[in-house]
T-cell receptor, first 112, second 109 residues
Framework: IAGITQAPTSQILAAGRRMTLRCTQD?????MYWYRQDLGLGLRLIHY???????GKGEVPDGYSVSRANTDDFPLTLASAVPSQTSVYFC???????????FGPGTRLTVL | GQNIDQPTEMTATEGAIVQINCTYQ??????LFWYQQHAGEAPTFLSY??LDGLEEKGRFSSFLSRSIGYSYLLLKELQMKDSASYLC??????????WGAGTKLIIKP
């Protein structure tokens, strides 16, 4: 692994289904983030984690949950997907909360 | 509320200079970032300003004036590969990034 990876690359999901987006980084960064990016809007923070074992809510956390069991992994779960969660999801990491963020390649999610 | 404003779209000519402006109103300020995002790709870090003034990095420069909540990104000697969206983001008092919607820069030959 080099940098930060996300899986899957894209997914079409039926409404009501549960889905976990995976994110892994090998840079030993302390902080990790999940954003969604929608056309015409800026990136919006869903959840973040400043260090392993801790998580926090961002601007748009409803309908999403995260966990940070170790430094490398930061999965995002949609418990019951709705069409408004159709978006491109980016995972990012930074050495600490006040450093520049490095982004994964993104997951394009469509909820029908 | 928190707000980041930047133009939606700009057009420039290959070889020319373009300035992309960003104004912000946020709860606290711990730095301003510029990112580049090519279509269908992830954002990549370009520059960081925390003190007033100009930061130069090759063909790209970024300026900050905290007193008026203003920054610009200056791109010189434009190349076709510079066609992308440029995202302005401000780090607020909680060190969370507040993002502008991005400026789509179109470079014409």
């Amino acid at each position: 692994i080099a940098g930060i990876t996300q899986a899957p690359t894209s997914q079409i999901l039926a409404a009501g289904r549960r889905m976990t987006l995976r994110c892994t980084q090998d840079m030993r960064h302390n902080a990790m983030y999940w954003y969604r990016q929608d056309l015409g809007l800026g990136l919006r923070l869903i959840h973040y984690s400043n260090t392993a074992g801790t998580t926090g809510k961002g601007e748009v956390p409803d309908g999403y949950s995260v966990s940070r069991a170790n430094t490398d992994d930061f999965p995002l779960t949609l418990a019951s997907a709705v069409p408004s969660q159709t978006s491109v999801y980016f995972c990012a990491s930074s050495m600490d909360a006040n450093n520049e963020q490095f982004f994964g390649p993104g997951t394009r999610l469509t909820v029908l | 509320g928190q707000n980041i404003d930047q133009p939606t779209e700009m057009t420039a000519t290959e070889g020319a200079i373009v300035q992309i402006n960003c104004t912000y109103q946020t709860s606290g300020f711990n730095g301003l970032f510029w990112y580049q995002q090519h279509a269908g790709e992830a954002p990549t870090f370009l520059s960081y300003n925390v003190l007033d003034g100009l930061e130069e990095k090759g063909r790209f420069s970024s300026f900050l004036s905290r007193s008026i909540g203003y920054s610009y990104l200056l791109l010189k000697e434009l190349q076709m590969k510079d066609s992308a969206s440029y995202l302005c983001a401000v780090q607020d008092s909680n060190y969370q990034l507040i993002w502008g919607a991005g400026t789509k820069l179109i470079i014409k030959p």
